[in-house]
């Protein structure tokens, strides 16, 4: 299954909303959707699993919707720890597949 | 705390093999499927492998199937990565993490700090 994510970079700044999409080759059950941040030179780090649950420990200003094909990972308000890339994996189907990235930088 | 801790990286020549570990702490590392997942230098993430928690299953992403063998060591609370026949494109920083179940199909929820393999002549 390849996972395709948009847009390649989003330009913003703190206190704005960003969404970002993942959208896959084929359909996914919802509950094998996962979202990553990773900042330069730290390994990644689990946000959200199953499309819409939340990791422990990550602010409630992060948030995951969507089935099927299409999914999106919305930070309510930037702060600035979160500008770094984020991944989408799907962890159901063999191979497990990441999307390419989004790097959300600071405008 | 929860801690998983990479190494055996290093520069190899191609058609050569290397091992890598990832000694677990911190948890019940016998009760979790582990993975490895790669990132090439300046690139995205790439899943590599993973195998349940008893041992018992393995699978591999397309590129390293047939060359790249994972294993584990329960006693040990240690994860292993046997690479052969190793090639440029396998240059990159390996990650070992751990799946939030017993088998593969689950999110990554803890990841090591990486280890480098450098495949050059």
């Known amino acids: 299954i390849v996972l395709t994510q948009s847009p390649g970079t989003l330009s913003l700044s703190p206190g704005e909303r960003a969404t970002l999409s993942c959208r896959a080759s084929?359909?996914?059950?919802?509950?094998?959707l996962a979202w990553y941040q990773q900042k330069p030179g730290q390994a990644p780090k689990l946000l959200i699993y199953a499309a819409s649950s939340r990791a422990t420990g990550i602010p409630d200003r992060f948030s995951g919707s969507g089935s099927g094909t299409d999914f999106t990972l919305t930070i309510s308000r930037l702060e600035p720890e979160d500008f770094a890339v984020y991944y989408c994996q799907q962890y159901g189907n063999s191979p497990r597949t990441f999307g390419q990235g989004t790097k959300v930088e600071i405008k | 705390q929860m801690q998983l801790v990479e190494s055996g990286g290093g520069v190899v020549q191609p058609g050569r093999s290397l091992r890598l570990s990832c000694e677990a702490s911190g948890f019940t590392f016998s009760r979790s499927g582990m993975h490895w997942v790669r990132q090439a230098p300046g690139k995205g993430l790439e899943w590599v492998a993973v195998?349940?928690?008893?041992?018992?299953?393995?699978d591999y992403g397309d590129s390293v199937k047939g060359r790249f063998t994972v294993s584990r060591d329960n006693s040990k609370k240690t994860l292993f990565l046997q690479m052969n026949s190793l090639r440029g494109e396998d240059t990159a920083v390996y990650y070992c993490a751990r799946g939030l179940g017993t088998g593969s199909s689950y999110p990554l929820d803890l990841w090591g700090q990486g280890t480098l393999v450098t495949v050059s002549s």
């Open positions: 084929r359909s996914l059950s919802s509950t094998d």
């Open positions: 195998i349940w928690y008893d041992g018992s299953h393995e």
